[in-house]
């Protein structure tokens, strides 16, 4: 079941069975997992909005150490001498949870990282 991730702090997803027995409501648990495992499997895109193209080769090192998986990343740069912006999403998708898009969001030169 994953007992070893009930712990005081650690954010959990639990995977109930919900079922009346007599006139009271049981929710037992089936499994518990960590959320950054359940967020990691998840499906999904984000959006990097960039400064500049300095992020690049940061953002790229991250992606690389990731597994594949099934969320796929773009990047949304904006040109501010011509006023316009300039999107590429990345081929294949990668395994993303909570940690990575932090690490994402901390370099410098990220706007901001959006779910979408």
Do not use: M, W, Y
């Not at 080769?57 to 300039?86: N, Q, W």
């Amino acid at each position: 079941v994953g007992r070893d991730h009930l712990e005081a702090g650690n954010s959990v997803v639990l995977e109930v069975e919900a079922r009346v027995d007599g006139e009271e409501p049981r929710l037992p648990v089936q499994k518990i997992t960590p959320i950054e495992s359940f967020s990691a499997a998840a499906q999904g895109s984000i959006r990097v909005f960039l400064r500049d193209p300095s992020p690049l080769d940061p953002i790229k090192s991250l992606l690389a150490a990731r597994e594949a998986g099934r969320v796929s990343v773009s990047l949304l740069l904006s040109l501010e001498d011509c006023g316009k912006e300039v999107e590429v999403s990345i081929p294949g998708g990668f395994s993303i949870d909570t940690s990575v898009r932090g690490a994402i969001k901390a370099v410098p030169g990220v706007v901001d990282v959006l779910d979408l």
